[in-house]
């Protein structure tokens, strides 16, 4: 397929969303191109973008379950990756969450704990102006906001996983059915194996024995914070 105006209005499109969602991408290539092969589309336009290293990667979210459609670099650095157009305070501030998250079992930080992290902060920051902040970072998906509760956010996923790698190997872990690196997910009480929810979701459609899918037992499989996904927030109280 050539490249046209049609796939610039695509990639346009993602880079204004910084991350699109897959039903949307879907229905613009369907008006655009008059017909459903996405993989037609996404592999012409990373084709145009492999010579700067750029491509766009689908990334579900740990959160809602939806897939997005983001553009990244596909050689990240650790030192860069965490570059994303911020004042001083406020990457302090981000870097803090993405530790904190990291490194706990629960995968979120509470908006209370975000907010009075301000005071210690080596560059003081109001709090009104670290709720402006952080109500920019879930708009741009690097956070998903959740029942005020922070967890890492799909752009993060996608664009700084080398970052987290290499700042928090010790403390990463991995989905126990596609065995890539998660932040959150629904954790097993007997075994600890830890799944991420649309993982688990696509395993019990295909699946008689609905427990855990390391140690399979049935009633040992709950989420963290014992909420469901199906009321995802999409912007926090402003």
Known sequence: MAYSDKHKII????????ALNEDRGKLLINDLFEHNNVA???????AKLQHLNMAIKYINCEIDGKTYW??????QDAIKGLYIGC????????RNIYSTIASSSE??????WCLNLCSSLKVKLSKDNAQLFLNDMVEKKWLSWKNGRYYIGVRSIAELLQYFKDTHEDNLRTCTLCKQILFYGKK???CDAITHTYCLNTYKENETNLGCPNCHNTSAVNCSDNSSTSDMETEPYK
């Not at 004042?87 to 981000?94: F, I, P, R, T």
């Open 87 to 94: 004042s001083k305070a406020e990457l302090d501030l981000l």
């Open 40 to 46: 037609l589309v996404i592999n012409a336009i990373n």
């Open 11 to 18: 990639l346009q499109t993602i880079l204004h969303e910084g």
């Open 70 to 75: 983001i553009l990244t670099n596909t050689v």
């Open 188 to 190: 097993c009480k007997r």
């Open 107 to 112: 995968g979120y930080v509470s908006s209370t």
